[in-house]
T-cell receptor, first 113, second 113 residues
Framework: DADVTQTPRNRITKTGKRIMLECSQT?????MYWYRQDPGLGLRLIYY???????NKGEISDGYSVSRQAQAKFSLSLESAIPNQTALYFC????????????FGEGSRLTVL | GESVGLHLPTLSVQEGDNSIINCAYS??????FIWYKQESGKGPQFIID?????DKRQGQRVTVLLNKTVKHLSLQIAATQPGDSAVYFC????????????FGRGTSLIVHP
């Protein structure tokens, strides 16, 4: 089983719909992240959480919200999806110390029509 | 309308050749530098990291070189194999405890048999 699991893996939705992407991890890490990947633009940070009571905005948080339900669970919501939110979304975890190495899930591909 | 992504820098090599993937970073205060490999349909995976007080680190078939004078990082892959075909990202992690990495755009490595 994967250490970082994302659901759904693929989702097609319509403009204006509310979407939730879920992430769960079995690595026991305190830190969790949501990244967005667009072709040719690398990985951009949406939100991150250093523990259950900590939520921080990343560089592209507008239009997104998150919830850290437990140490192992971190969900990303699009309250009203728009077409330019079509992208590949990755959840990641890391330890508190060390190099900051991230452990990524397999990704959730979201298409907004 | 259709969105057009940026083209990734691409490196094409023959199987058995050595590959060198380059990355320029921006923050002279970064503490760690990490290379990730992303295969098609998967999340990025850690390859190797190097701390800012080092200029070279070797792993299995991979070597990372760090030139702090010109803020340049490179990943050398020896005897490149078809399984090395992927997108490679460099990431820099700042000092000070936040450990929030910033990713480069990525380089696509294509290995021809």
């Amino acid at each position: 089983d994967a250490d970082v699991t994302q659901t759904p893996r693929n989702r097609i939705t319509k403009t204006g719909k509310r979407i939730m992407l879920e992430c769960s991890q079995t690595k026991g890490h305190d830190r969790m992240y949501w990244y967005r990947q667009d072709p040719g633009l690398g990985l951009r940070l949406i939100y991150y959480s250093f523990d259950v009571k900590d939520i921080n905005k990343g560089e592209i948080s507008d239009g997104y919200s998150v919830s850290r339900q437990a140490q192992a669970k971190f969900s990303l919501s699009l309250e009203s999806a728009i077409p330019n939110q079509t992208a590949l979304y990755f959840c990641a975890t890391s330890q508190i110390s060390g190099s900051g190495e991230l452990f990524f899930g397999e990704g959730s591909r979201l298409t907004v029509l | 309308g259709e969105s057009v992504g940026l083209h990734l820098p691409t490196l094409s090599v023959q199987e058995g050749d050595n590959s060198i993937i380059n990355c320029a970073y921006s923050n002279s205060a970064s503490d760690y530098f990490i290379w990730y490999k992303q295969e098609s349909g998967k999340g990025p995976q850690f390859i190797i990291d190097i701390r800012s007080n080092m200029d070279k680190r070797q792993g299995q078939r991979v070597t990372v070189l760090l030139n702090k004078t010109v803020k340049h990082l490179s990943l050398q892959i020896a005897a490149t194999q078809p399984g090395d075909s992927a997108v490679y990202f460099c990431a820099e992690t700042p000092s000070g405890g936040s450990y929030i990495p910033t990713f480069g755009r990525g380089t696509s490595l294509i290995v021809h048999p």
